[in-house]
């Protein structure tokens, strides 16, 4: 079965850290652009970080920048995102995404990240 699993979320305060990861069950990423949405509370979701196969280029949502980092490991089907400096604003579910070149795109079924004091 076709699958993405997110891990890694929680409750922390700004400023803090959190890594997420992804892992895929039932085909293997290494031929897919991976990428992270976010959804916020009442908001739409949107991207948040994307890498390419073979992890050679990578591009972030600018309020991110500098404080996300996108990360693929083929050899484990896992794609990463290691948020820093956490802020309010990002609270939300966090969602991967496959983007296959044939078979069209997967979706995880998210991970929520809370921060607050």
């Known amino acids: 079965q076709v699958r993405l699993v997110e891990s890694g979320g929680g409750l922390v305060p700004p400023g803090g850290s959190l890594r997420l990861s992804c892992v895929a069950g039932g085909f293997t990423i290494d031929t897919s652009v991976m990428s992270w949405y976010s959804q916020g509370p009442g908001k739409a979701r949107e991207r948040v970080a994307f890498i390419v196969e073979g992890g050679g280029t990578t591009d972030y949502l600018g309020s991110v920048k500098g404080r996300f980092t996108i990360s693929r490991d083929d050899a484990a089907d896992t794609v990463y995102l290691q948020m820093n400096s956490l802020k309010s604003e990002d609270t939300a579910v966090y969602y991967c995404?496959?983007?296959?070149?044939?078979?069209?795109?997967?979706w995880g079924q998210g991970t929520q990240v809370t921060i607050a004091s």
């Open positions: 995404k496959a983007s296959r070149p044939s078979g069209g795109d997967v």
